[in-house]
């Protein structure tokens, strides 16, 4: 069922770690699921003049030199073949604990500076939102490589956004291509950042369309929308709250690979990511808001039942005694002989019934 | 329906910006609505001894030969033509994202200082309660941008505010036309600040009126309203949270652009902030406050109504089975031959009932 | 009526500043009530010798000419005459926003030096109990101007502790007298800070009777009353809070007008008003106990008369209708004619509701 | 009644303060409960090599001449005497306001150092849970004043473990009398702060006691003594939480009071603070957890009885209605004259009752 | 019963200190439960070359002489035999806070570093979900000891993964033996850092069973099972949480027994702890939105019983009225004569429960 299958895809978040403990912290294993078959490697070289266009293999000799006056933006899907991943760690003289970040796919966002080889390493976390009939939010981890005059972006499967900024650098009329890696680096992220806001956006409608049916139709049935709703910002949250401080961290260290003139781009970005995470918390609050609604409506209307009950039973429950009394066999019974006994039963009937509509209409019952 | 366009105008605050995604950062987009024709450029140069106004074309001189010894202030009213905004940055040479911020209408107050062309961009919002059918609070994005001895307003429509402002340059006895472009800049900002305690205002306004209802009247239902409301005041408060920050900075950085004469009255504006972001607090607790003594009061309601269902029921439901007895047709019914078994079982009854309501008074029932 | 009341006292503690939106900041308008026909100067001059006392006139040429080598207090009721405040001003070469916020008492407390004329401006609030049939809180703004030797404060009516203060100033021997103006300003703050121990204590004592007859008397009718005094509790912890923050700044800057031997005093003074605070977070957490506690309670009553009902219901709507059946009007009906029918009907009555009781005992309904 | 005498005891904690309003800063008074009749003054005076032990009288000529070369202990019980207090102030050379402080016993931990005389002020509380009938917590205030090779304690009654140090100091082999002052300040705090680990343990008792009752009996009533416990530990964790910052202020001040030695002592002090808060905190929200699952057993149990309601009137009620139905007299009434009438009314009767007991297991509620 | 075993595994966590209080600190007690019956000590010294491993008694020579160029780990595993505890301090010269602390097995994390005999000491907590019919959380304390060229290591009963990491230090290709004590103890931390998330999956496991069995099932009936999650979840993090401040300070320290080269893993033991505290409070968010789900759920299903009540007695209650009136027996009662009295009757009732229906359909109750 979907709901199960929702819950399952965030709720283990951690859980395939586990297979790791007791091993030797430094072992290589690919954490996340195999998505696509084989493992592609796109490289892109480029300076202000002109660019140069490549998808090759880890043997290829192009890897291992690279043209040292360019930018090169070395893409590579598919992480699940972790020798290749070990590879790239030979080439570019990476620690051990970068190509374990890489291939652990479960991880907050972070940045980490290596100085001993001059680079810098940080994780971020794609979301899509899948609007088919599972209705669910999916994850994807993004592991940039920053070096001198290179970035490597490592990923299982590459996301639509990617294309965009190739297109931008082909076509470039100078600027982005005239801007070092540090610049490439925060266009990605930034590209990634800017595609929160469409996750948020759905949520924002689904949270609208609840509201409008709460209000409007009177329909209380989306506790179960409301806590999937719930569990998903508190999940989404989490992932891009630590983004803040991978921003800070670039800008506020002495980091010679981040230039003074990215800074202001960069602070943007922080701009964005307080942003995102303000519009969760209000979305957050919303949604408590909309339980706590929902709650009253549903004892509103237990009141107006339980009114109606107490309005019918009030009003025939005596009358029903009264009729009762008279259908008693006694022998000697006066009333019954008495000619008007009938009507008079009836009007008495009528007067008591005449009061207490004026009592509950006194009380604004009805 | 007013509920929902009331929910649609600020849930969607980021919504906007998906357009953008994947697209170049630094692509001058306009993220609002066009409200109004055409854009009007209103320039007021002054110094300590006189003024000039002019309202002007952006492809005017006078706007490339701004008199150097007087305060200029530029007032651009109209966003949604993004070519005229792009002149102003390159008359001023502004920095591509000082453009972006500007046109981008859906942002958070923020402050950043652009050193090399010597400016200040500081962005804030404006808030209008319309009071009509739909009681929902307007919101507009006003931009400025502070350089040595010039100030530039960029906003949709103009506010009310400005034209007061205008006169008092107009009209100053020296104290005003005296200082820097820096006060200007004070005394807008100070302006659309106070105007946050008008809105706030309606806003105590309408929950005094449910407090009072919910109190005197008994009439609980509210909670649609208090909804409302408790979601304008997360999203004011989260829209001029940031203001704090701003003011901040502009205090405690050394910007040489603020003169030390001016720090008091920002300092000033600061405890402005400051009330108006605890009354808001202030005003959320009381939203809680409410919504919980309504849901108490509902259960209370519920009680009572249950007690008198209860009530009726517990007196009448045995005495309808006692007649109920004496109305079997069986053929040996000793009691139905009894001279006064009809008059001994209305007095049974009459004792049945009479131990009820004592019980009941005991009960603080009734 | 009260409650109405009681709520516009404060909910509209900003409201009063809407008027000056868009007016000049700087010009001086007093926001509160009148609540005295005149303006009473009162000047109190001492040193360790003596003491002079005088009620003058703002025309007074005493004021003029202070005694340089005394200590002067001047305190000045009655703020509604604005061009009186508008004297001080000129003769002590006041700040205007001094002056400004002076005369708007809607404000929390502050302080703020002026090292260009050497005075520190500190503002605080006064609270009373009115324990009347509004039982409402009252508050009022005092202004101190603290100079070299001399102290000035304003307000709209005195509060009672200001003569006790006059007392020890007329009666000391020697200690009061023999310290400077920022003593005698403690002693003023000390008087006001101790003066909130019994407002707290009014709402300890009735916060107290409530639990008392929730827990007691076990009558749950005190929503309303829970309420205000939550509100009040609200009002007061913000218009108080930032009192600590204005000790700190007395204690930490390099305030030369605050001597060292003084912060001993003040450190006490922070003490108190650290006290005060965590007793109304206390209060407060208490209050959502009591809430809580309510509500818990009305449920359980629920349960209590639901389950009469139930018990009733279920014993005798049964009964009724075996009674209803031989109550049939069949031509053909074989038990009617029984001889032990009547009776057997009885004994089985009698056993159905015997095991309803049973089985009621063992679910502990009764 | 208990209960009241029990929330007496320390919601007024404040309150006794309020005769001292208004009166001079430095009076002193005595605001606590007279327990004892008399002072006790016992001197013990211990170094390295022996001790010697003395009850005497604030006029005793020892109290004068303490040895020098000796650690003395003056403990004094019984803060009533104010003018014994005082005669203490004077030897010592004490601060006005620390004569102040040993008598106002409603105050939150703090310490004062007072480096003109070379003493530092600290004050802590000590809690005593009453297992009587009114399972109450008592408070009490103890006051350490610390000088170079002295150690004045000041309370109303001496606590049980005081006798436990002076026990130790008699046996000791050598370590605790060949350390300072510092050290036995330490000891008695370190005593006092072990002593809070036996009434948080009552605490945890009861709250298990409570939720064992609440899971295995059903029994709910439990919400006044949560209430109750809700409380105390509100009142337990606000006195005790600016014990950290004492012990803060301890370590990191250059105190030369405390010896670099005592320091690792103190840090584990430290740990223990920070652990009894930690448990309080936890016993919170372990409490909030009950207080919401005791509403939710309130509303199981609801549901279940109005369920047995519901299954039992929707069961009889249209039965009833059948039987009524041929109990009616009319003259022409063709069913009565039936045969087999009175057993098809029996048959659809048992037929429908059948098709609602399906319908009902089906729901699930029987 | 297996509930009350659970809660007093933890409540109790600090009340074994108590038998403490008013003892000496520095007297030595075990405070856990002796789980196994001898002593065990386990030695294992190598050095890049090569290993020897030994299980030896505490009176061994060969623990005095312990080879100086090796490094050695010395796991010790019992700690109810305090005097062989006592013995280790001897031979390492170990502080008296130290053992107590290492036999004191109810503390949190915590890093002490002694500088003068060049040690630090680092308490950590194990964690075993024990999967049995209890359910249950079960925790162990281990303490390291870190010298410059030892790791001793501390526990009652050992875990199962310290034997994976000797197999590491026998197989070892040279990486783990060829680096020092500092890298051996964070190897061993962060194995049980890693088991920590395998806890933390039980829990996750058992939210998802729950909330399936709330949305799919309609079962509410887990309040006691989420209770004792959260409850176990609260006890976790506390557990935990210093764990932060832990690593923190072996990384900030001027620490010389932690290499530089260790740090990178340190920060990378950082981000899992982090990871799991975020983990946790995830769950916890996730659980009390179980709780109001559960709650508006059980609210709703009310509302759905009420309603059958409701529309059963509504619409039969009438009607049995009715019924009831033609069962009288006056003598003088028309109606009963009409030829088509009867029929009347029932197109009556007939009409009256079809508008009846119809109102409901209106109100959407059916």
Same mark, same amino acid.
């Given at each position: 069922?979907?709901?199960?299958?929702?819950?399952?895809?965030?709720?283990?978040?951690?859980?395939?770690?586990?297979?790791?403990?007791?091993?030797?912290?430094?072992?290589?294993?690919?954490?996340?699921?195999? =998505?696509?078959?084989?493992?592609?490697?796109?490289?892109?070289?480029?300076?202000?003049?002109?660019?140069?266009?490549?998808?090759?293999?880890?043997?290829?000799?192009?890897?291992?030199?690279?043209?040292?006056?360019?930018?090169?933006?070395?893409?590579?899907?598919?992480?699940?073949?972790?020798?290749?991943?070990?590879?790239?760690?030979?080439?570019?003289?990476?620690?051990?604990?970068?190509?374990?970040?890489?291939?652990?796919?479960?991880?907050?966002?972070?940045?980490?500076?290596?100085?001993?080889?001059?680079?810098?390493?940080?994780?971020?976390?794609?979301?899509?939102?899948?609007?088919?009939?599972?209705?669910?939010?999916?994850?994807?981890?993004?592991?940039?490589?920053?070096?001198?005059?290179?970035?490597?972006?490592?990923?299982?499967?590459?996301?639509?956004? #990617?294309?965009?900024?190739?297109?931008?650098? =082909?076509?470039?009329?100078?600027?982005?291509?005239?801007?070092?890696?540090?610049?490439?680096?925060?266009?990605?992220?930034?590209?990634?950042?800017?595609?929160?806001?469409?996750?948020?956006?759905?949520?924002?409608?689904?949270?609208?369309?609840?509201?409008?049916?709460?209000?409007?139709?009177?329909?209380?049935?989306?506790?179960?929308?409301?806590?999937?709703?719930?569990?998903?910002?508190?999940?989404?949250?989490?992932?891009?709250?630590?983004?803040?401080?991978?921003?800070?961290?670039?800008?506020?260290?002495?980091?010679?690979?981040?230039?003074?003139?990215?800074?202001?781009?960069?602070?943007?970005?922080?701009?964005?990511?307080?942003?995102?995470?303000?519009?969760?918390?209000?979305?957050?609050?919303?949604?408590?808001?909309?339980?706590?609604?929902?709650?009253?409506?549903?004892?509103?209307?237990?009141?107006?039942?339980?009114?109606?009950?107490?309005?019918?039973?009030?009003?025939?429950?005596?009358?029903?005694?009264?009729?009762?009394?008279?259908?008693?066999?006694?022998?000697? #019974?006066?009333?019954?002989?008495?000619?008007?006994?009938?009507?008079?039963?009836?009007?008495?009937?009528?007067?008591?019934?005449?009061?207490?509509?004026?009592? #509950?209409?006194?009380?604004?019952?009805?």
């Amino acid at each position: 069922m979907a709901t199960t299958k929702h819950v399952k895809n965030y709720i283990r978040t951690q859980s395939r770690q586990k297979e790791k403990t007791g091993s030797s912290p430094g072992t290589l294993i690919y954490t996340g699921e195999k =998505r696509r078959e084989d493992v592609s490697i796109n490289i892109m070289s480029y300076n202000e003049k002109g660019y140069t266009e490549k998808v090759c293999d880890v043997e290829d000799n192009y890897l291992k030199n690279l043209p040292p006056d360019n930018i090169t933006w070395i893409n590579v899907d598919g992480l699940h073949e972790v020798n290749v991943i070990e590879k790239f760690g030979e080439f570019f003289n990476l620690h051990p604990l970068v190509l374990e970040d890489i291939l652990n796919v479960n991880q907050l966002p972070k940045v980490d500076e290596y100085q001993e080889n001059d680079i810098i390493y940080i994780t971020l976390n794609e979301f899509y939102f899948d609007d088919g009939k599972h209705n669910s939010l999916d994850r994807d981890q993004i592991s940039l490589v920053l070096g001198k005059n290179f970035l490597i972006t490592f990923q299982e499967e590459e996301g639509d956004y #990617f294309e965009a900024i190739r297109d931008r650098l =082909r076509n470039s009329k100078g600027r982005i291509r005239a801007r070092g890696a540090d610049y490439l680096a925060y266009t990605l992220i930034d590209a990634i950042v800017d595609s929160y806001y469409i996750v948020l956006d759905k949520y924002s409608e689904r949270l609208e369309t609840i509201e409008n049916e709460i209000f409007v139709s009177k329909n209380e049935d989306h506790v179960e929308t409301i806590h999937h709703i719930n569990k998903d910002l508190i999940f989404f949250r989490r992932a891009i709250a630590p983004l803040k401080e991978v921003i800070y961290q670039l800008l506020k260290q002495d980091i010679i690979l981040i230039q003074p003139s990215s800074k202001a781009f960069l602070r943007d970005l922080l701009d964005h990511a307080n942003q995102i995470i303000s519009q969760i918390d209000v979305d957050r609050e919303f949604i408590s808001d909309l339980i706590q609604t929902n709650m009253t409506n549903l004892n509103s209307r237990l009141n107006e039942i339980i009114k109606v009950l107490t309005l019918i039973s009030t009003i025939f429950i005596p009358l029903t005694f009264i009729v009762g009394v008279y259908g008693m066999n006694f022998d000697i #019974f006066p009333e019954l002989h008495w000619k008007y006994g009938y009507f008079t039963v009836w009007a008495v009937m009528i007067i008591i019934t005449a009061i207490q509509i004026i009592i #509950f209409k006194k009380n604004k019952w009805i």
